[in-house]
């Protein structure tokens, strides 16, 4: 399987060393348009448009952010080449999300969304079958974390010493307000009832040292409470290293003779 990929950051560079580490490539680094020098991926051959990609790249990974799946998700697409994103969240664009599902299905390829910084997503989408009544997802991180969002807007994040709400409301409006910060908030409301009901919480905490993830969903199945305490990746607070480790996670099942 040859792999290409698109973002040469916190993510993008994990992704690298594991698909290096592993005998994998990646074999391409999609780079936007006109910044074939941009300072990432080293060693990795770099095109500036999916149609200069070489024929034989089997499944492209955008670890790169919203602007990367706007810009490159659909033509990858089209081309028959299968796509596995951690931008979850540029799906509350419901323009976007019909895109690529058309480009999807008229390349016969497949946009395989990423568990990202988030876990029991497996277990909200079997909720979902029997009905879920309510859906919510808190996201908790040190200042920080939340810096480049507009938590900064709302609160002094170099001199915040109590935990703070920045956001209530919806996971449509959490995913486009924090392109950067709420991929989670899209992977919980993708799995279960949807962007509009999923109700989102972010808060700001100098009390905290890692990325906070709680979810809580009720239904006819019962209950049940998620919380995860991510570390996040040394080259960017924002980001968990889990959401990296999803994406190598991803490659794995999708050659595994028994998969999950
Ligand atoms: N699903 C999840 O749980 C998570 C998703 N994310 C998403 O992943 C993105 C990347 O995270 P990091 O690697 O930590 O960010 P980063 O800022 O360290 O790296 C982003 C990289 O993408 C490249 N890039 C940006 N736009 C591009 C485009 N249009 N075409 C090609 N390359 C482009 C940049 O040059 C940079 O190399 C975040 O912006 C966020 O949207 C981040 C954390 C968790
Ligand atoms: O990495 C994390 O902890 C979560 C994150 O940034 C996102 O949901 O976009």
């Not at 919510?136 to 810096?147: A, D, E, L, S, V």
Request: proline fraction near 4%; aromatic fraction near 4%; charged fraction near 20%.
């Amino acid at each position: 399987m040859k792999i290409g990929l698109i973002g040469g950051g916190a993510i993008g560079r994990y992704v690298a060393e594991r698909l290096t580490a592993q005998g994998d490539g990646p074999h391409a680094l999609l780079v936007r348009p006109g910044r074939l020098d941009e300072a990432s991926g080293d060693g990795i051959d770099r095109f500036g448009s999916v149609a200069d990609l070489p024929s034989d790249i089997d499944l492209m990974v955008d670890c790169a952010g919203h602007g990367a799946l706007i810009e490159h998700g659909a033509a990858i697409l089209e081309r028959g080449i299968d796509l596995i994103t951690v931008s979850l969240g540029a799906l509350a664009d419901p323009q976007l999300e019909a895109q690529l599902t058309h480009a999807a299905e008229a390349g016969g390829a497949q946009l395989h969304l990423a568990s990202g910084a988030i876990g029991a997503l497996d277990a909200l989408q079997a909720a979902r079958v029997g009905g879920l009544t309510d859906v919510t997802y808190t996201g908790r991180k040190p200042p920080n974390g939340w810096r480049g969002s507009p938590a900064e807007d709302h609160l002094d994040l170099d001199a915040l010493n109590e935990a703070a709400t920045h956001f209530e409301g919806t996971a449509r409006q959490a995913a486009t307000d924090y392109p950067k910060n709420a991929n989670v908030a899209a992977a919980v409301a993708l799995a279960g009832i949807g962007f509009d009901a999923t109700q989102v919480r972010l808060i700001a905490d100098p009390q905290v040292t890692a990325n906070i993830h709680e979810v809580t969903a009720k239904g006819t199945f019962g209950q049940f409470t998620f919380h995860i305490e991510g570390t996040a990746l040394p080259d960017n607070p924002r980001s968990s290293a889990l959401a990296a480790m999803s994406v190598i996670a991803a490659i794995r099942r999708r050659r595994a003779a028994i998969t999950t």
